[in-house]
Nanobody, 117 residues
């Protein structure tokens, strides 16, 4: 059974930092592209950052230069380092695993990030 478990969310002041973690089990992480999405209240879920199985990364324009996605296949964990956080970064952040060639996709349960003074 595949599980993605996010952690590291919380309340942070504007300008602060957080690191989210996504621990995967039940799959071989190295075969999957991994991504972080976020969903604010009343909004669609949107891609924040993605890291391919080979390590190449893409970011939403709104987080470029502030967020960094990384992966540790041995630990089966994906990270999202978030810096210079803004109130508009407030959302539930979801971890996603995607193996396009086999049409496999999995989601975590989400972790809340709130940026407020």
């Amino acid at each position: 059974q595949v599980q993605l478990v996010e952690s590291g969310g919380g309340l942070v002041q504007p300008g602060g930092s957080l690191r989210l973690s996504c621990a995967a089990s039940g799959l071989s992480l190295s075969f999957y592209a991994m991504a972080w999405y976020r969903q604010a209240p009343g909004m669609q879920r949107r891609l924040v950052a993605r890291i391919a199985s080979g390590g190449s990364t893409t970011y939403a324009d709104s987080v470029k230069g502030r967020f960094t996605i990384s992966r540790d296949n041995a630990k089966k964990t994906v990270y999202l380092q978030m810096s210079s956080l803004k109130p508009e970064d407030t959302a539930v952040y979801y971890c996603n695993a995607d193996r396009y060639a086999l049409a496999l996709e999995y989601w975590g349960q989400g972790t809340q990030v709130t940026v407020s003074s």
